[in-house]
Structure formats: C-alpha cells, structure tokens
C-alpha cells in the first residue's frame, strides 16, 4: 500500500503564492510518476501537472509558467510550487502516484487533498 500526505494549502490573495507538498510512504519507490491534480466545485477533477521518475514534466496549459511541479525522491516528497495565483485556481488540490508512469488516466493511489483558495 501507499500513503500520501498533502500539506501547504491556504488561504491566499490573488497574485501570491503558496507551496504544496506531498509526503509518500509505503510501498513507493522512486520508479512511481507523481502528479498534483485539482478539482473545483462543481468541475471535474483535472490534471495540473505530472511528473516522471526522471523529472520530465508536463502541465495544464492555464498553470504554465506559473506552476512548478518538483521530486525528491531522497525523500519520496513531491512539490507543487504556484506562483501568481488566480482566483480560478481555487479548487482542492490532490496528490496522486502511479506506478505505471505518468499516464493520461490517474494512477490509484491518491492523498487525502488540501484546499487552496485564491481571494481577496
């Protein structure tokens, strides 16, 4: 089994930033793709950005260049760095990890979720 953890959600106005972070535990190896999906009241849940086991990246276009998806396999974590906040990010955000690889389907192992709400 494989346990994840997210942290960092909050709060925060529009413009600014926060950094999620996902904790994994179990059995995870550094062979798992990681992503951080989201999901906004009454939307379906979306991919925000993926992450392979050896750092290649891929991101929904509308967090390009403002999101930062990042490992640390040392420490099986996972990063979500957001920069420039909108309050169109809104949404709860969740970790997932697959062994299969960085896949257009979801793997199944998923977090618990943290909220993240952009507002003045």
């Known amino acids: 089994q494989v346990q994840l953890v997210e942290s960092g959600g909050g709060l925060v106005q529009p413009g600014g930033s926060l950094t999620l972070s996902c904790a994994a535990s179990?059995?995870?190896?550094?062979?798992?793709?990681r992503a951080w999906y989201r999901q906004a009241p009454g939307k379906e849940r979306e991919r925000v950005a993926g992450?392979?086991?050896?750092?290649?990246?891929k991101y929904l276009d509308s967090v390009k260049g403002r999101f930062t998806i990042s490992r640390d396999n040392a420490e099986s974590t996972v990063y979500l760095q957001m920069n420039n906040l909108r309050p169109e990010d809104t949404a709860v955000y969740y970790c997932?990890?697959?062994?299969?690889?960085?896949?257009?389907?979801?793997?199944?192992?998923w977090g618990q979720g943290t909220q993240v709400t952009v507002s003045s």
């Open positions: 179990g059995s995870i190896d550094r062979t798992y793709a």
């Open positions: 992450i392979t086991m050896d750092g290649d990246t």
């Open positions: 997932n990890a697959d062994p299969r690889g960085l896949r257009f389907t979801p793997g199944k192992y």
